[in-house]
């Protein structure tokens, strides 16, 4: 169970710091406070009163932004909870991912990411460039081994020797830093939206990467260090091609039905033109409560997963016609993996700790190449 030790303000923003027992460390998890305490403690110790004062979302109006993206700042799921909990007993029916080059999609908050770097994986945390800009890079930050935590990433990324991805000596992405844990792992965050093709957003994140840091340099030159420091931030992470990993996760980021399309292409397209052997998706089905293990739902509709991929659904004439809750049901997800040629076998199934009647799915979902 995760501890909440501080809350602060940020530009009328309220922040908490949840702490997470992890096989032997305590990873520090910065988010977004939505919940309805009327006090909080600021940096400096002292309460705040401001509690009542409205936020306003910085990104509301920005043209890539979403209303799934505001999501990713304000908790860990409990998808991302119950993976979590495999990867800290490292539990045998997960793929080995010391010293592999994992790549994370919907990251959120970036608590699995981490985890599986404190767990000596390398792992490139991605989601959409508010989220890496805001949270993933702190928290990242937050995690580093000694010698690197806290502080700016652009600081600390740039002590890191990982310059070269294609070098033998290291299996990190560009700009990774060390996590704590000390199992050798790394991590590193950089913006991916399933809605646009890798190879697009590879070149326009790669040339707006360069002519941030010329615009830097410039700034240098000019001996405006204000300004530079904001280029160097707007710059980023080096850029990294998310094809040459070799495990994708992905947790708690697929519940919209507008989701599933361009999150299984995404996948699909990793499986198939990159070195991704499989991806591990854990996943809450929120569209409908479950009665029993076998998928036996309340409206009528009976649906079951089985591990050759098969998904058995029977509706009655009463029976709501799924396609019209915004929530995607997880016989979607596997049917819409199966329609791509993929494969997929159940790793784990538990009740949901918060809602009666509703269940967590753990799946590897795979190519049998």
Not at 4 to 10: F, I, L, S
Not at 31 to 46: K, L, P, W, Y
Not at 147 to 162: C, R
């Amino acid at each position: 169970a995760a501890q909440r030790v501080t809350a602060h303000r940020a530009m009328a923003e309220r922040l908490a710091t949840d702490v997470f027992p992890f096989a032997g460390v305590e990873l520090r998890i910065t988010r977004r406070d939505v919940g309805t305490d009327t006090q909080a403690q600021s940096v400096d110790g002292n309460d705040s009163d401001e509690s009542d004062e409205p936020f306003v979302d910085p990104h509301f109006f920005d043209p890539d932004y979403t209303v799934a993206a505001t999501t990713g700042f304000c908790r860990v799921w409990e998808g991302a909870e119950v993976l979590c909990e495999m990867l800290k007993l490292d539990d045998p029916k997960l793929p080995s991912l010391k010293n592999k080059k994992v790549l994370e999609l919907g990251s959120g908050v970036g608590l699995v990411g981490i985890a599986a770097a404190s767990k000596g994986a390398h792992v490139m945390l991605t989601d959409l460039r508010q989220v890496v800009d805001e949270v993933l890079l702190r928290n990242i930050c937050e995690n580093a081994a000694r010698g690197n935590a806290g502080g700016s990433y652009a600081d600390a990324s740039t002590s890191t020797p990982v310059k070269d991805e294609s070098s033998p000596a290291s299996n990190a992405w560009l700009g990774s830093l060390p996590i704590i844990g000390g199992n050798g792992g790394t991590a590193t965050a950089q913006p991916l939206d399933w809605c646009y093709g890798l190879d697009e957003q590879i070149k326009s994140r790669k040339t707006f990467h360069e002519s941030a840091l010329q615009r830097r340099d410039d700034e240098l030159r000019c001996g405006d260090l204000s300004s530079a420091a904001f280029w160097e931030k707007r710059a980023g992470t080096p850029v990294s091609d998310p094809r040459r990993c070799e495990i994708i996760l992905a947790a708690e980021c697929l519940w919209l039905r507008e989701l599933l399309e361009p999150f299984v292409n995404t996948v699909f397209e990793l499986l198939t033109n990159g070195d991704a052997t499989s991806c591990i998706l854990s996943f809450r089905d929120r569209s409908s409560k479950e009665n029993d293990e076998n998928g036996v739902r309340e409206n009528g509709a009976s649906t079951r997963d089985d591990e050759s991929g098969k998904v058995l659904r029977k509706e009655t004439k009463d029976t709501p016609p799924e396609s019209l809750s915004a929530f995607v049901p997880v016989s979607d997800v596997t049917t819409a993996f199966r329609k791509k040629g993929c494969k997929w076998r159940t790793l784990r199934k538990s009740d949901s700790k918060h809602d009666a009647g509703f269940h967590v799915h753990v799946f590897e979902i795979f190519l049998e190449k």
